[in-house]
């Protein structure tokens, strides 16, 4: 399904016919077999494309993506951090529109309409916050609290900027974002890479309410101590050692996209990834 551009609702009879905007969202994943199910039959149904980007399970998290969705892109990565993944998947991805979020049920697809919203009113690039009026979370501890609201506060007194949720990766931009981004971080930091990048570029940047849900099942990957580290060495590198392409003056070719998306209910339960892979042998 496709989006069409916001425009006139006037148009002359030889008027060009309104361009149409596709969606891809990508999602990394590693031992996800439980979760997957939730996520995507959250998936809203404006959604062209999903790209799974799978860092060498050991459980049947692919096989339960290709039998979810048929049309799922499987990309493999041999290369271990969420970095490598979610640069992997922005580049596989065809769509016009790109959304990131992650596969353990923390995030909600069903809020992505919240994200793409914004770029149909001259935004470029929007992020989650937990922080904002309407958002929140039921996952993370005081201890990833204070030191995402400490790193927040440094970045923006850094940049001049006024995030509120520093280190969370629920993110939709427009394609064209990617190659003024210039990603190379390797691990959790880029999400603050992302941000960072995105506001050094003169990127226009919304937040939108997100609320973090608690992991279905599984462990989280993230490590508080070392992953707050690298996310204030990054901070500190991107600040001094990165120019941006646009030299902080604003990209006028993005484009502006409008949306519409239904409500879909389901338990935000574990998956038995057995009767999933059931149902579609037949069993």
Same mark, same amino acid.
């Given at each position: ?86 640069? $992997? ?21 069903? !809020? /992505? ?24 979370? !039921? ?31 629920? /993110? ?18 880029? !999400? ?8 050094? $570029?003169?990127?226009? /940047? ?78």
């Amino acid at each position: 399904m496709t989006i069409p551009i916001q425009v006139s609702t006037v148009r002359a009879s030889n008027a060009v016919p309104v361009p149409l905007a596709s969606i891809s969202v990508v999602i990394p994943t590693l031992n996800e077999a439980m979760n997957l199910p939730w996520v995507l039959r959250r998936m809203p149904s404006y959604v062209d494309e999903v790209v799974i980007v799978d860092g060498r399970s050991l459980d049947s998290t692919v096989d339960v993506a290709r039998a979810l969705r048929l049309d799922v892109v499987v990309v493999s990565e041999p290369q271990a951090g969420k970095g490598f993944a979610v640069r $992997a998947g922005l580049a596989a991805a065809s769509g016009d529109i790109i959304v990131m979020l992650d596969a353990d049920g923390s995030m909600d697809p069903q !809020e /992505i309409g919240w994200f793409i919203s914004p770029l149909q009113h001259e935004f470029d690039f929007v992020k989650g916050s937990r922080y904002v009026t309407g958002g929140g979370s !039921e996952d993370i501890t005081l201890l990833r609290s204070a030191g995402n609201r400490s790193l927040t506060r440094l970045a923006n007194l850094v940049l001049h900027s006024n995030y509120s949720d520093l280190c969370y990766g629920y /993110i939709a931009m427009r394609r064209e974002c990617l190659q003024i981004l210039e990603l190379q971080s390797e691990g959790f930091e880029i !999400e603050t890479e992302l941000i960072v990048r995105a506001s050094r $570029a003169g990127l226009r /940047i919304a937040e939108v309410p997100s609320n973090e849900l608690t992991r279905i099942s599984g462990n989280s990957n993230l490590h508080t101590f070392r992953d707050g580290w690298r996310v204030l060495r990054t901070l500190a590198r991107e600040c001094v050692g990165w120019e941006a392409p646009t030299a902080g003056a604003r990209p006028e070719s993005l484009r502006r996209v409008k949306y519409r998306y239904p409500s879909i209910t389901l338990p935000h339960i574990p998956t038995d990834p057995a009767t999933v892979l059931g149902l579609i042998a037949g069993d």
